[in-house]
């Protein structure tokens, strides 16, 4: 990538610019996955904590299902001959964390008025009241497992995503993005160096051309004095001096 970007001031600029992007973005992507990181531990630890009590639940509930059955029979064919409307259903919403949006499930009622009030009267009727209760919470358990599963898959898989993303920023991007910043400080210090000695040579030429123009003008000026000295002694010439008498 360094060999096919020309080593400009321009260029050094661009790719400074990129590099303080590429920062930024690590940096955000680390909080990201730091925060997801959190959040995923907690799901861990609440779904560990939910089964544990949803088995204690399963077994209370279906102990009173076998108590109910034993106090007033068989009722479950009179429950499949009645209406079978669902009094609850479960509603999904959203939980956003970091920007990861999670699926979340809740328990709502319908309002529909309940079957088959009239099982139990003859005897077990508070069996079967008691059996409804212990499985209307073994479905908050499950309703809240299901929740609790959904989204710690969907956060499994957005914190994979973010730390790829966080490795190739780190790993690949910005090191990438240095050495091209690295390349072309080398190439233009390089033609710093070939400037300065460039400069130098020239300054060096131009002192040796004054120093010979230089010398050249003593020489010129010591030839003129000369000539000068010899025109002012030719001009008294002996022919022309008068006879001294004694």
Known sequence: MSAQV??????QQVFKGKKKAADGGFKLLKKKADALKVRFR???????????????????????????????????????????????RVGAGVDN????????????????????????????????????????????????????????????EALKVTNRRVNALENVTIPKIQGVLDYIARELDELEREDFTRLKMVQGMKAKQMAEEEARA?????????????????????????????
């Not at 212990?134 to 969907?154: G, N, P, Y």
């Open 6 to 11: 020309p080593p400009t001031r321009m260029n």
């Open 42 to 88: 907690d799901y861990a630890k609440s779904i560990a904590e939910t089964k544990q009590h949803m088995s204690t639940d399963a077994a209370n509930a279906f102990f009173s299902l076998t108590q109910a059955e034993y106090a007033a029979g068989n009722f479950k064919q009179k429950l499949a001959e009645g209406a079978m409307t669902a009094r609850v």
């Open 97 to 156: 964390v970091a920007g990861v949006k999670l699926p979340v499930f809740t328990k709502y009622e319908t309002g529909v008025a309940a079957d088959n009030q009239s099982l139990g009267l003859v005897g077990g009727g508070k069996k079967i009241a008691n059996v409804r209760v212990r499985f209307m919470d073994f479905l908050d358990m499950l309703i809240k497992l299901a929740s609790l599963q959904t989204s710690f898959v969907t956060l499994d």
């Open 218 to 246: 003593e020489v010129d000026a010591a030839n003129m004095a000369a000539n000068k000295a010899g025109d002012a002694t030719a001009a008294f010439d002996a022919e022309d001096d008068e006879d001294v008498v004694f």
